[in-house]
């Protein structure tokens, strides 16, 4: 069964760039979610959506940032412009309704010089 | 509000030695606990997890009791191996205005030798 799909894997841009990534969540699943994970601050929730609304995106560090769902299969994480102090790596995850697991994609790993 | 505290790494250990890895979180609710396992270059998958309270979660010899009491959700293993070094997390989910938030610990190393 295909997992979590996530791309670009590696993404080296220069600041002030556009950076767009994409995830495509786990068929079935209603709930989508986007983190950030550096050395210094962990793992960061920065919006998720359910059956493909934003439920909560205080997580989102400033307007340079945003997100869309626009379906059920797909959802994208903006950064425009990009600054170095973005470079992370950023998560998707997806989950059916309830309290269970939440299954991650491999990650984007992404540098901005 | 909800949160997750683990203990803080790295935890360094010998092939076969025992493992604990404390976790304690906020007791608002009635959450579902989890324990996730990171390996380098990939994401975080699903170690075990519990439901309801006195509950124990196991899986690849690693295992963990819901202690409603403490709190608790300590991650043990009695020996552990090189190939189980990764990032181990845990995590908390509860209804919160309709929707299932997860709450994730900062992360804790293990590093095994051999």
């Known amino acids: 069964d295909a997992g979590v799909i996530q791309s670009p894997r590696h993404e080296v841009t220069e600041m002030g760039q556009e950076v767009t990534l994409r995830c495509k969540p786990i068929?079935?699943?209603?709930?989508l979610f986007w983190y950030r994970q550096t050395m210094m601050r962990g793992l960061e929730l920065l919006i998720y959506f359910n059956n493909n609304v934003p439920i909560d995106d205080s997580g989102m560090p400033e307007d340079r940032f945003s997100a869309k769902m626009p379906n059920a299969s797909f959802s994208t994480l903006k950064i425009q412009p990009s600054e170095p102090r973005d470079s992370a790596v950023y998560f998707c995850?997806?989950?059916?309704?309830?309290?269970?697991?939440?299954?991650f994609g491999e990650g984007s790993r992404l540098t901005v010089l | 509000g909800n949160s997750v505290t683990q203990m803080e790494g790295p935890v360094t250990l010998s092939e076969e030695a025992f493992l604990t890895i404390n976790c304690t979180y906020t007791a608002t609710g009635y959450p579902s606990l989890f324990w996730y396992v990171q390996y380098p270059g990939e994401g975080l998958q699903l170690l075990l997890k519990a439901t309801k309270a006195d509950d124990k979660g196991s899986n690849k010899g690693f295992e963990a009791t819901y202690r409603k009491e403490t709190t608790s959700f300590h991650l043990e293993k009695g020996s552990v191996q090189v190939s189980d070094s990764a990032v181990y997390f845990c995590a908390r989910r509860s209804a919160s205005g309709g929707s299932y938030i997860p709450t994730f610990g900062r992360g804790t190393s293990l590093i095994v030798h051999p």
């Open positions: 995850a997806s989950t059916s309704g309830g309290a269970g697991e939440l299954f």
């Open positions: 068929s079935g699943h209603n709930s």
